[in-house]
């Protein structure tokens, strides 16, 4: 009866143990690029939720300011302010702001710097509360409200208010890879000038 000698014994163990050490590596790589894209796949729902959930908002309001946090008259900012508010078509005073703290006090829920949330709370004496989650930073210049045609023009010619919300954004997909996300969405009030 005639067998496998030791050499060609371990030669096909050391032929397998390499063929299962390139599969592991093979499915570590693919498990660490799904929790990558699920990751980012769950930043980026966040930030179109809050977009929309803002624009859905913002759409049936009116006189929209963004000028400062003392003011609630229509202003016009079409350079960008991270500041804004408007009246909802329920007659609550809202505002929506960029929370960027540096002292270690952000709402955001974030540990780590750089901090960033998009805050909102309604009437002036509420409580500021975030809508964005901690995993979703947002940048602290990259995020802004354009808004044009909140105050009639001198010549009387009406302009339909438009708002125009961007957001930069930086997603930690990993403990040392951030992923940028830019965002963009305008909206027009529904509440037409005569």
């Known amino acids: 009866m005639k067998g496998f000698t030791l050499i060609e014994m371990l030669v096909s163990v050391a032929i397998f143990s390499i063929v299962m050490v390139m599969a592991l590596g093979a499915l570590l790589a693919l498990s660490s690029a799904d929790r990558k894209a699920e990751t980012l796949k769950s930043g980026v729902d966040n930030l179109t939720f809050a977009l929309d959930s803002m624009s859905r908002a913002i759409r049936t309001g009116q006189n929209y300011d963004c000028g400062n946090q003392t003011s609630t008259a229509p202003t016009d900012c079409p350079s960008g302010s991270n500041y804004f508010t408007f009246l909802s078509s329920n007659g609550v005073q809202t505002y929506y702001q960029l929370d960027i703290a540096q002292d270690g006090t952000s709402l955001c829920g974030q540990t780590q710097l750089p901090y960033g949330c998009i805050e909102r709370k309604l ?62 969405t305008s909206v027009t009030e529904r509440i037409y000038d005569q």
Do not use: R, Y
């Open 123 to 184: 009437t002036s004496g509420g409580t500021w509360i975030p809508i964005t989650s901690p995993d979703l930073i947002v940048q602290n210049s990259g995020f802004l409200f354009h808004v044009v045609g909140a105050v009639p023009s001198s010549g009387g010619n009406f302009v339909q208010p438009k708002v125009t919300i961007t957001a930069n954004t930086s997603i930690p997909v990993s403990a040392v890879q951030n992923t940028k996300v830019f965002m963009q």
